[in-house]
């Protein structure tokens, strides 16, 4: 057992101190020494007496320090403490000066003086009345919040939580706590179900209380919504809840009706079934179906008026639309919003080229975005117009998760008169209702995505429910081009979306199946082909070449194949710091995503001098970039994500990072690579599908390489049984279709 040292004193300095974690490096002084210590002070100001538990360790750049393991702040007793106390700042109002009067009139007896008699205070030169008692009501305060910390400890709630939790509720904390804990979830950001549950338990409150039961429910929905639905049927929300509380489900069937009535919930019944929405993705999905009738309006412009348009851009081009890319160019004139979709190769980016030459020569402005910025960049490069990712376009002003704050609104719309979305079926349905609040009707709004593809990490089926909707106009392109038609890459995609079989011979020049049947041999076949095959084959570096693969957990899976890719491909190096976290380590030099949207934290461009000449604020779900720099005295690690953004994440942050040598199929949505690689053995039936490996196969440029048992490729391109999503935008759609007819 390691014994820990105990030491006090008063703060004399604070060096340096992480706003986010509360991580500090401070000056402690007592009467033998002047004592650097480090660790988590969220709470501490200068002038504070502590008592700090921890070790002495020798830092490699700073020498000897106190790592805290714990602290306690302490009352100053004595005259010369409580003076050091009032002039250090903490007080605001009272420098040194002013304190040394208060302490040489009242001495020892100054805090109660400060606590019961603070009209007193204004017997000394310089205080008056009013200032009297903004010094009581501060120190009050400060004893307050110090009570609170050591209160909220001792239901192991940390002390950066501990911060928020007392600036929501003050010191209504006590009875928050005793009483209803599962209150924390809803109004402080960082407390979830499980944390309050947790407090609860310590606390005492039953298993079957109402305030757990109901709280549990809205977790239910929560953890629903981060598997991509909007609602659940009743059924399964009882069964979810059931488990997740261990009580019986007609205990949470009795509330539903009680939590509706609070507004909490919606119900709504469809084919004898009721779907179970939070009230929050209720509403989204019933005004995104409002804002995209409204944006549906029609122009009346003849059919030669613009086939000679078309004509004219043809020739200036040389490019030569079919039939039904020339449906598309007349709907995006004639409509108010349009879907356009189609697979790899037939034609989507000279559609949209086209559309967009149609409207500049109509002298109009328009707008392109993508949901991320890989797939920016790549509309970028494809259309030769400066594409953006929604969130910039939207100008992003932070906001909690799922909850995202743009300046761009109904209040503030987006200037401009024609707005290009590409990779629809990545976008959610917050994601949608963001941008439709902020487009006027009367602004063109065409939607361009391949709805084979996955459905969006976030909740929601936007792209396939708008089609499935056939409440407004809609392509299909479905030809594949004849340069297309030369990539078996495209050639094998669209085989496998139409289920026709896939010839794995290896006679291609850019789609090879390399059979292995044991897992760690195909790890080996993967390095190699990473790190000596393909780099020169498709003229790319070993990062630039990605892993994709159906699962997280496994032999096969996310997490294994990071830590081997990791030794190989970023080995161990004197030069390269590393921090250890969770089960694994991040290493300067590192390949990482983020793996939430984080709407709050700020990233800049810099100069090749290192001055910022861009800043912003979000990184989301998907972002990946290479760690840059691991600094383990301030506990932060910098990554340089795409378009040059440095981010500085603080330890505590690191559980929204992760390794991305391989990353799952799910999380390459709309992303493209030179070279993808597919390990391929056996997985769940359920996940194993042809809609997954579709979207695997389209996200390689140049070079899609298939290593593993050619039975499992088969059995994938046979698999149509998709996770099933439950999402309702379809029919709030209908909804207000029936509404409008019913005028």
Not at 95 to 104: E, F, K, S
Not at 392 to 410: K, T
Not at 571 to 595: A, I, N
Request: proline share 3%; net charge negative; hydrophobic share 40%.
């Amino acid at each position: 057992m390691k014994f820990l040292d105990v030491i006090t004193g008063y703060v004399d300095h604070i060096v340096y101190r992480n706003a986010d974690n509360g991580y500090t490096v401070l000056n402690l002084i007592n009467s033998e020494m002047e004592i650097t210590c480090v660790g988590i002070f969220s709470a501490v100001s200068e002038g504070e007496n502590i008592e700090v538990t921890g070790e002495y360790v020798d830092h490699p750049t700073y020498g000897k320090q106190f790592k805290a393991d714990h602290y306690e702040q302490k009352e100053p007793t004595d005259e010369l403490s409580i003076e050091r106390y009032l002039g250090s700042g903490a007080i605001k109002g009272v420098g040194a000066a002013l304190a040394a009067r208060i302490v040489r009139r009242f001495k020892a007896d100054t805090f109660r003086i400060i606590e019961e008699e603070p009209e007193r205070l204004a017997e000394i030169k310089g205080i008056s009345e009013r200032k009297a008692m903004e010094i009581s009501d501060q120190v009050a305060e400060k004893r307050d919040l110090r009570q609170a910390m050591i209160f909220l400890q001792q239901y192991g709630i940390s002390l950066g939580l501990a911060v928020k939790i007392y600036q929501t509720y003050g010191q209504q904390i006590y009875g928050i706590i005793k009483e209803n804990p599962y209150k924390l979830a809803d109004d402080v950001d960082g407390v979830g179900f499980r944390i309050a549950d947790e407090i609860a338990a310590r606390v005492g409150i039953r298993t079957d209380s109402d305030f757990r039961v109901r709280s549990g429910i809205l977790y239910a929905l929560l953890q629903a919504s981060v598997d991509g639905h909007t609602y659940l049927p009743e059924a399964e929300l009882t069964r979810r809840a059931s488990d997740l509380l261990g009580v019986d489900g007609a205990l949470i069937e009795k509330h539903y009706m009680d939590l509706a009535i609070e507004r909490k919930l919606v119900l709504k019944e469809k084919d004898g079934q009721m779907q179970i929405y939070a009230a929050s993705y209720y509403y989204v999905e019933n005004n995104c179906a409002v804002l995209l009738k409204n944006l549906d309006m029609q122009y009346d412009v003849a059919d030669k008026e613009i086939q000679d348009r078309v004509r004219r851009i043809e020739k200036q081009t040389g490019m030569t639309l079919d039939e039904k890319q020339m449906d598309a160019v007349k709907e995006a004139v004639r409509s108010g919003l349009l879907v356009i979709t189609g697979g790899p190769g037939t034609g989507k980016t000279t559609t949209i080229n086209t559309i967009i030459k149609y409207f500049e020569l109509e002298g109009m402005d328009i707008f392109l975005a993508a949901p991320t910025g890989r797939a920016a960049k790549r509309m970028s490069e494809m259309t030769g117009y400066e594409a953006r990712t929604i969130h910039r376009m939207l100008e992003i002003s932070g906001g909690a998760e799922g909850n995202a704050g743009f300046e761009r609104n109904e209040n503030n719309p987006l200037e401009t008169d024609v707005i290009i979305i590409d990779e629809m079926s990545m976008v959610d349905i917050n994601l949608i209702h963001s941008l439709l609040k902020a487009i006027v009707p009367g602004t063109r709004l065409i939607l361009v995505g391949d709805v084979n593809q996955l459905p969006s990490v976030g909740a929601g089926c936007v792209l396939k429910d708008i089609i499935d909707s056939e409440c407004f106009h809609v392509v299909k392109l479905t030809k594949i081009f004849r340069q297309a038609s030369q990539s078996d890459i495209i050639v094998n995609a669209h085989k496998i979306n139409r289920g026709e079989e896939v010839v794995l011979d290896n006679k291609s020049m850019d789609f090879f199946f390399l059979k292995r049947y044991d897992a760690d041999v195909i790890i080996s076949v993967v390095i190699q082909l990473i790190r000596q095959k393909l780099p020169k084959f498709v003229d790319a570096t070993p990062y630039d070449i990605q892993v994709l693969t159906p699962m997280r957990k496994g032999l096969l899976g996310v997490e294994r194949l990071n830590r081997i890719l990791q030794e190989y491909l970023n080995p161990p190096d004197k030069s390269k710091v590393e921090h250890e976290y969770g089960d694994g380590l991040f290493r300067e030099g590192d390949k990482v995503m983020q793996t939430k949207n984080n709407y709050q934290i700020e990233w800049e461009v810099q100069s090749k001098y290192g001055f910022a000449i861009e800043k912003g604020m979000g990184i989301f779900n998907g972002d990946m970039g290479i760690v840059k720099k691991i600094n383990t005295y301030a506990e932060t690690v910098t990554v340089e994500f795409d378009e040059g953004r440095i981010v500085e994440y603080p330890f505590k942050m690191l559980e929204e990072l992760e390794l991305a040598y391989a990353i799952t199929i799910h999380k390459s949505q709309g992303s493209e690579y030179p070279a993808v690689v597919i390990p391929l053995l056996s997985g769940p039936r359920m996940l194993m599908n042809r809609n997954l490996l579709y979207t695997a196969v389209t996200r390689a440029r140049k070079c899609v390489t298939l290593v593993g048992n050619e039975k499992t490729f088969y059995e994938m391109v046979e698999n149509i049984t998709e996770q099933k999503r439950y999402s309702g935008l379809r029919d709030r759609i209908l909804e207000q279709a029936e509404e409008t007819a019913g005028i």
